[in-house]
């Protein structure tokens, strides 16, 4: 294969880096500013995530006719802050954080378990006190 030559699976994972370069791009970061009536600009921050993924082979004796590939891309996009500028002093407006996750929602919620599972024990042992305590 020569310089100038790409395989077909190089032609579709060029597809799918472009097709992401075209979803993520300055803008979808650091937004467009917004000036409203009283003086204001407003200026949106994201957080930008994005997985790409493709693959394929050949199949048979003629590689040409014989490829079979597929790629994929997904971008998700997260309002973070707003900056806000008015009469020269900029400031930082968080966006209410999103929901946590499952793996925060139990290191959150540990400690209140642990208080439930040591009182539930106390109270066993204040019914059923062992041989020789009354």
């Known amino acids: ?7 077909p699976l190089d032609a579709v994972m060029r597809s799918v880096v472009e097709r992401v370069r ?9 937004g467009t500013p917004i000036h409203t009536p009283d003086g204001v600009t407003l200026i ?5 995530s994005f997985g790409f993924g493709s693959g394929g082979g050949s199949y048979g004796k003629n590689t ?3 490829f079979g590939g597929a790629g994929a891309a997904s971008v998700r996009i997260d309002p973070v802050a707003f900056l806000t500028v008015r009469d020269g002093i ?17 290191v959150d919620m540990a400690p209140d378990l642990v208080d439930r599972v040591e009182n539930y024990f106390d ?8 041989d020789g305590v009354s």
């Open 1 to 7: 294969m020569d310089k100038d030559t790409t395989s």
């Open 22 to 30: 075209e979803m993520a791009d300055t803008n979808t970061i650091v």
């Open 44 to 48: 949106p921050i994201s957080r930008l």
């Open 64 to 66: 040409k006719d014989g």
């Open 90 to 106: 900029t400031r930082v407006l968080p966006v209410a954080p999103a929901p946590m996750n499952t793996v925060e929602r139990i």
């Open 123 to 130: 109270r066993r042992k204040e019914k059923n006190p062992p």
